[in-house]
């Protein structure tokens, strides 16, 4: 059983005792030092998570799209580690948030967002999945696929939290998924109807230059999917984890 998983009872019941926890940031704070080790830049990445999510439930996220992130650091700096937290506190403490939180490097890599999200919504909102699945076509170009979609979330007051770890994997997939997962995320991370925040994480050695296609001579074989949209920082805003 893994470090966060294993603590996150505990944790939980501890920082129950908060009265006011929605609305401390350290509340968030004590939530995930009691499972790692924070140093500045972990409750900096925390502290801009909890007034995310504050703004997120309560509409004022809308009109503004420079917030999604771009997690970097070494390989080993414990970023899946800080996503699984953020997972576990939303989950708990935020039950309205449809959270989503996938690895790339799994057996299941080529999954895309509408698919992640309609797993979720049969969890979390089962109702709500049949209006899901008729209110889009996965034929539409993909920019008509998130509108779509998007209205729907906006019709019935739904909240979005995406969080995708080792981003970079994305790049080594078949050139025709890769670049319909990139052009995903390029699109719903530079929507400005509130409904959604996403963070990618990654190796600070090649994810942002991946991402924001910023290398010459690259080795198509490895990276079929590199070259596509580019996620430019002003969409996924680079937040870089340091090694303790």
């Known amino acids: 059983m893994g470090l966060v998983q294993s603590l996150s009872a505990e944790t939980i019941e501890e920082c129950d005792d908060n009265p006011h926890p929605l609305h401390s940031v350290d509340h968030l704070i004590t939530f995930a030092s009691n499972v790692i080790h924070l140093d500045q830049s972990r409750k900096a990445f925390f502290a801009q998570h909890h007034y995310l999510i504050v703004d997120l439930v309560n509409g004022k996220l809308v009109g503004r799209n420079r917030f999604r992130q771009m997690l970097l650091g070494d390989k080993g700096t414990g970023k899946s580690t800080l996503l699984q937290i953020l997972q576990k506190y939303i989950a708990h403490y935020y039950r309205d948030v449809v959270i989503i939180l996938h690895n790339y490097s799994t057996k299941h890599s080529q999954i895309r967002i509408v698919d992640l999200l309609q797993l979720q919504l049969q969890r979390q909102h089962p109702s709500l999945c049949r209006e899901y699945n008729s ?9 008509k696929q998130v509108r ?39 699109i719903w991370s530079g929507t400005q109807e509130g409904t959604m925040h996403m963070i990618v ?15 010459e001579g690259l080795d198509m074989s490895i990276y ?21």
């Open 148 to 186: 779509n979609i998007e209205n729907m979330l906006i019709k019935h007051k739904l909240k979005v939290m995406i969080l995708r770890d080792d981003f970079d994997y994305v790049y080594r997939l078949d050139r025709h998924i890769g670049a319909v997962i990139t052009t995903e995320v390029a």
């Open 224 to 244: 079929p999917s590199y070259g596509g949209l580019d996620l430019n920082n002003t969409k996924l805003q680079p937040r870089y984890i340091d090694r303790l």
């Open 201 to 215: 994480s990654g190796c600070d050695k090649i994810l942002p230059n991946l991402a924001f296609n910023q290398i």
């Open 135 to 143: 209110c889009f076509d996965r034929s539409d170009q993909i920019y």
